[in-house]
T-cell receptor, first 115, second 114 residues
Framework: AQTVTQSQPEMSVQEAETVTLSCTYD???????LFWYKQPPSRQMILVIR??????QNATENRFSVNFQKAAKSFSLKISDSQLGDAAMYFC????????????FGTGTKLQVIP | DAMVIQNPRYQVTQFGKPVTLSCSQT?????MYWYQQKSSQAPKLLFH???????NEADTPDNFQSRRPNTSFCFLDIRSPGLGDAAMYLC?????????????FGPGTRLTVT
């Protein structure tokens, strides 16, 4: 079974600074998808960014980018120019490719943005 | 806007009194999920429907049931809620057969058991 580990239960960042959230996963598969979800306080979980394992190029979405290291099984999220609205729980998630597969979530990292 | 809607947002029930949570979607996704989430922990998958096919997680208590009468709606029934069932319940959807398989979440229903 796949496992997803987020070793930072809480992180803080100054507004306008950059922060990196860590995620590692364990799998024997070669084809899969990785996601970062954001869950603001009392608000719904939304997808921040996704990465297909077969793509070597790191995904980017505006201020959000990932550092995908397939051999190291690492998938970190970098948030640039942090804003107050970035404060949330961030969950890293893994999903196998090839037909329907359920998603495995990490335990989450709570990000605090300091004004 | 296409979305996942959950009602009610807050539900209070008494110990042992059956409760039903509802989820609807306008995304026309073929898979619907129910998750239980406690105290900023990771969501825990309870079950999902792939079209009409029901899939129960092995560790989901028998106390939890689900119905999906049509593509748009899915219900979570808790037959005899215990204090340990107090949690946030998240509904999510996905389109299998698409490109990216990400899940779309509703805002959740926070269940309190008194």
């Amino acid at each position: 079974a796949q496992t997803v580990t987020q070793s930072q239960p809480e992180m803080s960042v100054q507004e306008a600074e950059t922060v990196t959230l860590s995620c590692t996963y364990d799998t024997s598969e070669s084809d899969y998808y990785l996601f970062w979800y954001k869950q603001p306080p009392s608000r719904q979980m939304i997808l921040v960014i996704r990465q297909e394992a077969y793509k070597q190029q790191n995904a980017t979405e505006n201020r959000f980018s990932v550092n995908f290291q397939k051999a190291a099984k690492s998938f970190s999220l970098k948030i640039s120019d942090s804003q107050l609205g970035d404060a949330a729980m961030y969950f890293c998630a893994y999903r196998s490719a090839g037909g329907y597969q359920k998603v495995t979530f990490g335990t989450g990292t709570k990000l605090q943005v300091i004004p | 806007d296409a979305m996942v809607i959950q009602n009610p947002r807050y539900q209070v029930t008494q110990f042992g009194k059956p409760v039903t949570l509802s989820c609807s979607q306008t995304l026309n996704h073929n898979v619907m999920y129910w998750y239980q989430q406690k105290s900023s922990q990771a969501p825990k998958l309870l079950f999902h429907y792939y079209d009409k096919d029901f899939n129960n997680e092995a560790d989901t208590p028998d106390n939890f049931q689900s119905r999906r009468p049509n593509t748009s709606f899915c219900f979570l029934d808790i037959r005899s809620p215990g204090l340990g069932d107090a949690a946030m319940y998240l509904c999510a959807t996905s389109r299998e057969g698409g490109s990216f398989y990400e899940q779309y979440f509703g805002p959740g229903t926070r269940l309190t058991v008194t």
